[in-house]
């Protein structure tokens, strides 16, 4: 029997990341820049938040505001679900299927983020190409 595939094998390691303390149109830069649609929040390296292409839509949308006085803290989900790197491939994908996400953080014990692994990921295992 082979082992079972893990977060680990499939995930980004190059995460780009905000801070709380950046504005909205740090936001907007770094998704159109990077082509990205999920972006962590980090306080010390420690993940304390998730900011999504949905979230922006939705804060847009809401109100015209200004980007340089919208910062990531008041817009942001904070204590997201992660997964660690050990965690099966499958049990990721129940994860975000349950909660209707688009990606899941990959932290290490201490909550440090070492990986992000979106829906894109699983399409290519489905796929046969990672």
Known sequence: MTEARTVADIM???????????????IVEGMEHFGLRHLP????????GMVTHRDMLR???????????????????????????NTTIADAARILLKARFGCLPVVDENR???????????????????
């Open 12 to 26: 980004t390691r190059r995460v780009i990341f905000l801070r709380e303390e950046d504005n909205l149109s740090r």
């Open 59 to 85: 804060i847009l949308s809401a109100a015209r505001r200004r980007e340089e006085s919208t910062f990531v803290a008041s817009i942001m989900t904070r204590d997201p679900i992660a997964v660690g790197p």
């Open 41 to 48: 929040v980090l306080d010390d390296d420690k993940l304390v």
């Open 112 to 130: 440090n983020v070492i990986g992000i692994v979106t829906e894109h990921d699983f399409l290519k295992v489905l796929a046969g190409e990672e």
